[in-house]
C-alpha cells in the first residue's frame, strides 16, 4: 500500500467493546483526539488516556450501545459508544484510527449509533463537538445533525457547606429517593430518566449522588463523580455528570450542597457544564463564582432536539 493509500473497510467486523478492551481503547481515543488537536492548530497538545474506572462507567452504562470495528486481526480501528437515558440518546466519546479516517468509517459508525438510538425509542439525540473544529461540525451536518447551544464547563471553588448524600441513606431509604429522583426528572423531562446512572456510580464507587430534600421528596439532585478523570492523576475536581432542580431557585442551595460535598473529600473544586438552553441556571452560577473553563457544542439530530421543561432545570452531561 502506498504511503498516500486509505485502508479498505472490507473485512472489517463489528463486536461489542469489553473490559479487556479497555487498554487498546484508551490508546485508540488518545491517539485519535490528539491527532484532531493538530489539526486544528494545537500542535503541542496531547490527549493523555483516561482512568480506567471511567472507561468501565462508560461501557457499563452504554451495555449494547458500547461497540467497536476491528480488523481481521482484531485490533481496534473505530469506536462508538452510544448511551440512553430514557428517551433521552448521546454518543460520546467516538473516534476513528487517524490513519483510518477519510475512508468513511467515521460516517458507518455515526450511521450505526443513530439507528441503534432510534430503535431503542429515544425521542431526543445528540452528541458535543468541539466548538472551533469546522471539520467535525461539517461532518455530523452531512450526517443529520444540527448545531443547537453552547455547553460551557463552569468551576466553582469548593465551600463548606452542609450536603446530604445517597450514600448516607440506609437501604429502603436509598430506594426511596432513587424513586424521588426519578420521578423529578419525569415531571421535568417526561420520559428521561437518569437511574441506571446513579445505581452504577455507586456501584463503581466513582462518585456519589447529592440529594435536595424537601417535604415532598427529592426536588434537587446531582450526580457527581469523584474518580481522576485522567489515568494516574490525583483527584483535583469532582464532575456533576446530571442534575435535576424542581425550580431554578433552587439550583443555588444545590450548587453549594455540591461544594460542600466536594469540600468534604478533599477536592479543590466542583465542576458543572450548563447547557446554553437554560440562561438563569448559567446565571446562577455565575453569580455563585462559577469561573468558564470550557466549551462545546451541542448537537442534535434534526427532528430529535432537547425540549426546555416549563419549569425547573435538567443538565444532562454528553460526555463521559
Not at 59 to 76: I, N, P, Q, T
Not at 159 to 172: N, Y
Amino acid at each position: 500500500m502506498s504511503a498516500t493509500a486509505k485502508p479498505s473497510l472490507h473485512g472489517l467486523q463489528m463486536r461489542r467493546l469489553a473490559p479487556s478492551d479497555i487498554g487498546p481503547l484508551n490508546l485508540l481515543f488518545a491517539n485519535a483526539f490528539s491527532d484532531r488537536y493538530r489539526r486544528d492548530g494545537l500542535t503541542g497538545a496531547r490527549v493523555p488516556p483516561l482512568n480506567p474506572m471511567i472507561w468501565r462507567y462508560a461501557l457499563d452504562d452504554a451495555g449494547e450501545g458500547a461497540m467497536c470495528w476491528v480488523d481481521a486481526d482484531d485490533r481496534l480501528v473505530a469506536f462508538n459508544i452510544a448511551h440512553q437515558s430514557g428517551v433521552e440518546g448521546w454518543m460520546g466519546p467516538l473516534a476513528v484510527r487517524p490513519e483510518w479516517q477519510g475512508t468513511g468509517l467515521g460516517k458507518r459508525i455515526v450511521t450505526w449509533g443513530t439507528e441503534f438510538l432510534r430503535a431503542r425509542g429515544c425521542a431526543v439525540i445528540g452528541l458535543e463537538t468541539m466548538p472551533r473544529t469546522m471539520d467535525n461540525i461539517g461532518f455530523y451536518s452531512r450526517l443529520g445533525f444540527v448545531p443547537a447551544h453552547m455547553t460551557v464547563t463552569c468551576a466553582l471553588e469548593a465551600k463548606p457547606a452542609r450536603c446530604e448524600l445517597l450514600s448516607r441513606l440506609g437501604a429502603g431509604d436509598t430506594e426511596s429517593a432513587l424513586r424521588s429522583c426519578a420521578q423529578l426528572v419525569h415531571r421535568l423531562q417526561p420520559g428521561v430518566d437518569f437511574t441506571r446512572e446513579l445505581r452504577l456510580t455507586r456501584t463503581l464507587g466513582i462518585g456519589d449522588t447529592v440529594l435536595l430534600v424537601g417535604v415532598d421528596g427529592v426536588e434537587g439532585f446531582a450526580l457527581c463523580h469523584e474518580a481522576p478523570l485522567i489515568e494516574g492523576r490525583q483527584r483535583d475536581e469532582l464532575r456533576v455528570l446530571k442534575l435535576a432542580a424542581a425550580d431554578v431557585a433552587l439550583l443555588a442551595p444545590l450548587l453549594a450542597a455540591v461544594g460542600g460535598h466536594a469540600r468534604d473529600g478533599g477536592t479543590a473544586r466542583a465542576t458543572v457544564r450548563v447547557q446554553g438552553e437554560y440562561p438563569e441556571a448559567y446565571r446562577t452560577l455565575i453569580a455563585a463564582g462559577a469561573r468558564v473553563r470550557w466549551t462545546d457544542l451541542r448537537m442534535t439530530l434534526t427532528g430529535c432536539a432537547e425540549r426546555v421543561p416549563e419549569c425547573g432545570v435538567v443538565l444532562s452531561n454528553w460526555e463521559i
